[in-house]
T-cell receptor, first 111, second 113 residues
Framework: RKEVEQDPGPFNVPEGATVAFNCTYS??????FFWYRQDCRKEPKLLMS???SGNEDGRFTAQLNRASQYISLLIRDSKLSDSATYLC????????????FGKGTKLSVIP | DAGVIQSPRHEVTEMGQEVTLRCKPI?????LFWYRQTMMRGLELLIY????????DSGMPEDRFSAKMPNASFSTLKIQPSEPRDSAVYFC???????????FGSGTQLSVL
């Protein structure tokens, strides 16, 4: 079983829609979580960190559910420029170090 | 500030040739990572260094792959001999610490014919 799983999509949504992605992780020792955005033929770029209490950055909201071992990303009022692949990352805490990327969820925002 | 710098951006080579990819991490970052990305397998961690020391190379596919970090500002990933199945985008990333956010270079698109 892959350690970090994401729905590959694609998610095709109209402009202005709200879309949510989930990412599940299997390592219960994971302590740090991030969402990255990757445009076609570009490198992944940090979108936002994910904090235990949940956090918001403009139209983007990230949440962590430790009990169910998943993180989520909510995008409100989708823009055409949000079209990209979104990757989640889980990093283990104390003990054996492990950093794992999901394979990404592709989002296409349609005019 | 300069980000992570990788070279070359593109490399086309023939099977059996040696390939060397280069990376300059962000100044002050203690951890450096080499990743390979393909459509089928996504981002795969090949190896990472902490304070110039290789910590985990379990992701290196086989003995044809080797990586070095002679100092805090430079790392190489070498494939010798290269094979067509090595074709992928290779990313280098650095971070302040092992559990901090990663900053990626622009990647090297490798094509082995």
């Amino acid at each position: 079983r892959k350690e970090v799983e994401q729905d590959p999509g694609p998610f095709n949504v109209p402009e202005g829609a709200t879309v949510a992605f989930n990412c599940t992780y299997s390592n219960s020792a994971s302590q740090s979580f991030f969402w990255y955005r990757q445009d076609c033929r570009k490198e992944p770029k940090l979108l936002m960190s994910v904090y235990s209490s949940g956090n918001e950055d403009g139209r983007f909201t990230a949440q962590l559910n430790r009990a169910s071992q998943y993180i989520s990303l909510l995008i409100r009022d989708s823009k055409l420029s949000d079209s990209a692949t979104y990757l989640c990352v889980a990093i283990s805490g104390a003990g054996s170090y492990q950093l794992t990327f999901g394979k990404g969820t592709k989002l296409s925002v349609i005019p | 500030d300069a980000g992570v710098i990788q070279s070359p951006r593109h490399e086309v080579t023939e099977m059996g040739q040696e390939v060397t990819l280069r990376c300059k991490p962000i100044s002050g970052h203690n951890s450096l990572f080499w990743y390979r990305q393909t459509m089928m397998r996504g981002l795969e961690l090949l190896i990472y260094f902490n304070n110039n020391v290789p910590i985990d190379d379990s992701g290196m596919p086989e003995d044809r792959f080797s990586a070095k970090m002679p100092n805090a500002s430079f790392s190489t990933l070498k494939i010798q001999p290269s094979e067509p199945r090595d074709s992928a985008v290779y990313f280098c990333a650095s971070s302040l610490g092992q559990r901090e956010k990663l900053f990626f270079g622009s990647g090297t698109q490798l094509s082995v014919l």
